[in-house]
C-alpha cells in the first residue's frame, strides 16, 4: 500500500532563510507526487506537481527516486509563506486519481 | 472557488444520531471526493465517485456511506455519528483524466460529534 510521511509537523524559520519541508513515500508503482497548501482562511489547493518541474512562488521540489523523497524546498522565505502544507501521491492512475496525502508540515515563518 | 460548495459548513450534533453532508458542484465534473482531516493524520479518504451512482470506499470508509444520484451532488451520511467521527470533512472534485492528482477541495464541513 502507498503510504506519504511528513516527518515535521511543525517547522519555524525567519523570514529570508531557506526552508525545506521533508516528504518520503513508499509506493510500489511509479510515483506521482504532489504538494498542496491550505492557506489561513482559505481553501486547500494545489502548489506544485513533480511532473511539471515548476516553480511556483518560488518553491521547487524535486522528486528522487533513490531516496524516495520529494522535499518542497524555498531558498528565501517569505512571511506570506506561513501555511499548513501537505505533500500527496496519487495512485490509481489516472482513471480515479486517488491522492493519499501525508500529515502535513505548519510553516511558520517569523519577521 | 471551482463551483464548489459543501453544506452544512458547520454542525454539532450527538452520539447515534445520523447525519448527513453535501457537496454540490456546478460544473458537472465526473470525479468527486470526500477526506476528512484531523491533526496527526492530515488528509483521509472516505470514500470517491467516478460518476453518477458510481462509487468506491477510501482508506477509512468504515461508519460512512456515500450516494451520488445527480452529477452535481455528492452526499457523505454518518448512519450512526461517533465521537471518533468530529473532524473536518472536505469534498474535492477533479476536472478530468488531463488535470489528474489536481484536486479542487471546498471549503470544508467542520463536524462535532457530543
Redesign the interface.
Known sequence: AQR?T?PE?LLSVFKGAPVELKCNYSYSGSP?L?WYVQYSRQ????LL?HISRESIKGFTADLNKGETSFHLKKPFAQEEDSAMY?C?L?SG????????????TILTVHP | ?AGITQSPRHKVTETGTPVTLRCHQTENHR?M?W?RQDP??????IH?S?GVKDT?K??VSDGYSVSRSKTEDFLLTLESATSSQTSVY?CAI?RG?SF?????????SRLTVL
Open positions: 506519504v511528513q509537523k506521482e504532489f481553501r486547500l489547493q494545489l506537481r501537505y500527496a496519487m492512475g489516472t482513471s480515479y486519481g486517488k491522492l493519499t496525502f501525508g500529515q502535513g | 472557488d470525479y471526493y477526506y496527526g493524520h492530515g488528509l483521509r479518504l470517491y467516478y468506491d477510501g482508506e472536505f477533479r483524466p489528474a492528482g489536481e484536486l479542487f477541495f471546498g471549503e470544508g
